[in-house]
């Protein structure tokens, strides 16, 4: 079993819908991380979290440390929010990074 | 700022040759990483750097090299290409190991036949 699940694999969605995609994680943490990889291979980083709650523009990240999930949400989907978004978790432990596999999301116009 | 330069973008070696992967910050970064992603699979730490001349192995070390002998450059020696090694490779940066946001270079699409 991965350390870092995240779900779905894929998403297809209209624009304008509500996207959530989730990250579940089996290891102690101390942070999170929400990136995006875009169609041409770039990364990016979204949020840190190590708890509660962050919003950026139509972007929304959760976590729950106790249940040991995170969600991101995007608000007013675009298809310009087509991407891979991959959520990644630092152990306690350490400060290496193990990352999911990612959630390959395409808004359709 | 130009953040994290990572040169080549793309290269193709033959089994056996060798190649050093280029990866500069000047952001003033102390840690710094080399990921590789294979096709549809999670980023594996190759190697990292907590600093100038502190180097040490991630998860996947094997066929690789690095070496840090300043803050700002962090090259990737592969020796003797295998097809196995054919992967994207990112450099990263962050400020310190634990909570700080890292940022990416473009990545290096490598192929070795």
């Known amino acids: 079993k991965n350390e870092v699940e995240q779900s779905p694999q894929n998403l297809t969605a209209q624009e304008g819908e509500f996207i959530t995609i989730n990250c579940s994680y089996s290891?102690?943490?101390?942070?999170l991380h929400w990136l995006q990889q875009h169609p041409g291979g770039g990364i990016v980083s979204l949020f840190m979290?190590?708890?509660?709650?962050k919003k950026h523009g139509r972007l929304i990240a959760t976590i729950n440390i106790q249940e040991k999930h995170s969600s991101l949400h995007i608000t007013a989907s675009h298809p310009r929010d087509s991407a891979v978004y991959i959520c990644?978790?630092?152990?306690?432990?350490?400060?290496?990074?193990?990352w999911g596999a990612g959630t390959k999301l395409i808004i359709k116009p | 700022n130009a953040g994290v330069t990572q040169t080549p973008k793309f290269r193709i070696l033959k089994i056996g040759q060798s190649m050093t992967l280029q990866c500069a910050q000047d952001m003033n970064h102390n840690y710094m990483y080399w990921y590789r992603q294979d096709p549809g699979m999670g980023l594996k730490l190759i190697y990292y750097?907590?600093?100038?001349?502190?180097?040490d192995k991630g998860e996947v070390p094997n066929g690789y090299n690095v070496s840090r002998s300043t803050t700002e450059d962090f090259p990737l020696r592969l020796e003797l290409a295998a097809p196995s090694q054919t992967s994207v490779y990112f450099c990263?940066?962050?400020?310190?190991?634990?909570?700080?946001?890292?940022?990416f270079g473009s990545g290096t699409q490598l192929s070795v036949l």
């Open positions: 979290l190590s708890s509660g709650k």
């Open positions: 990644a978790v630092r152990m306690d432990s350490n400060y290496q990074l193990i």
């Open positions: 750097s907590v600093g100038a001349g502190i180097t």
């Open positions: 990263a940066s962050s400020k310190s190991g634990r909570g700080e946001k890292l940022f």
């Open positions: 290891v102690g943490i101390s942070a």
